[in-house]
Each structure stands twice: as structure tokens, then as C-alpha cells.
């Protein structure tokens, strides 16, 4: 039986993300075929999480970006790989990842992107991504990507990492940073990553 609050997340998710987008909900199968949620993260290795948003998009965030807890040595050797192949700087790979999921590798939006850099499923598959789930696939697809973007706006960062989160279209449209509050917090939360991790 669903708890109160689980049943209201489930039966209204979007006032949940409007009102406190961090709010997670964690989905998995049991062996008998007993799909569960729960609130509470789970201790085995296969599940969902539901309702993720952006970690970095919260325009309201609390989160102090100049001291929050860095991760420098989480997938090392994946992004190194990434880096090097697609010529991305490994501080800006770890920043986008870091503004995008928090480094949780599990998590699925609301919207249906998948992973640590948060990859539509279009999006995986168009660039050659077949499992975005997967640490490595993903990374290496999500740093394609945003390699795809730095070339296209000639290697401005910021306009590259807005490119990331509301679409190339969006930067060409408004030719410049898209007057989105979201997309203007995220490429602020990312230049400020992208700087410690460069440190």
C-alpha cells in the first residue's frame, strides 16, 4: 500500500516538480513481478528513478555551487576516454555531468532522458548511443554532443552548455543565450563547475 505522499507524487507529478523539484521516486521489480515504489532508495542494483529534474535547473536551487562537494575521481577512465576522442576538456565533461545528474548514473527524467548527461532516447540514437544506461555509452554520447554543440557555436562554452540544456534551435533563434530563467541558471551553475573542476 502507497504511503500519502507517494500516492500523491504518483497521482500529481507536476505539482511535485513545481513545487520541489528534487523530490525522487524510485521504481523497481521484485522477482515475483511486483513492480514497487518507494521513496526510499533501494539496495539493489536495478532501478528507476522517477520525476528527476536537471540537477542544475532549479532556478530557486540551494544548493552554494562555489562549495558544493566535487566528484573528481568518479568514472575516471570513462571521461578521460570521452575527452580525449571527442577533444572536450575532462573539467567540462565532469561539469556538465555534475549539473545534469549529480553523478547518478541510474536516474531517468520525467521527460524521459537517461543517465549521467541526461540523453534523450532520440538523441542517444542518432548518436550511435545503444545503451544510454550504460556509464561508458553514455558518457562518451553526452560528450559527443557536446562537442557537436562547442563546434557549432565556435567554441563558446556558454552558449554550447545552453545548447545542451534548451537545444541548438533555441540559441540560434534568440541569437544568443535563449531568455529561458532555467537555462540562464544552468550555463551560470556549469561555467561555475567547470571552473573547480579545472582547479
Known sequence: MFKPILLFILL???????????????????ADGLVTFTDQ??????????????????INSAVDWHNTPLFEQKYQTEII???????????????????????????ISKAG????????????????VNKPQQVAENINGGTLYL?????????????????????????????GMPPFAETKAYVERVKILHRRYRL
Open 41 to 58: 532508495k533501494p539496495t539493489r542494483k536495478r532501478y528507476k528513478t522517477l520525476l528527476f529534474r536537471c540537477f542544475a535547473c532549479e
Open 113 to 128: 532522458a537517461i543517465g549521467l548527461m541526461q540523453l534523450m532516447p532520440q538523441t542517444a540514437k542518432q548518436l550511435g
Open 12 to 30: 500529481y507529478p507536476q505539482l511535485i516538480l513545481a513545487a520541489a523539484p528534487t523530490v525522487k521516486v524510485f521504481q523497481y521489480t521484485s
Open 81 to 107: 576516454q570521452a575527452s580525449k576522442k571527442h577533444l572536450v576538456s575532462p573539467a567540462l565533461i565532469r561539469a556538465v555531468i555534475h549539473a545534469e545528474s549529480a553523478f547518478k548514473p541510474n536516474v
Open 147 to 175: 562537442s557537436l554543440m562547442l563546434k557549432r557555436f565556435k567554441g563558446n562554452i556558454s552558449l554550447a552548455t545552453a545548447a545542451y540544456n534548451a537545444g541548438p534551435t533555441s540559441v540560434e533563434k534568440y541569437n
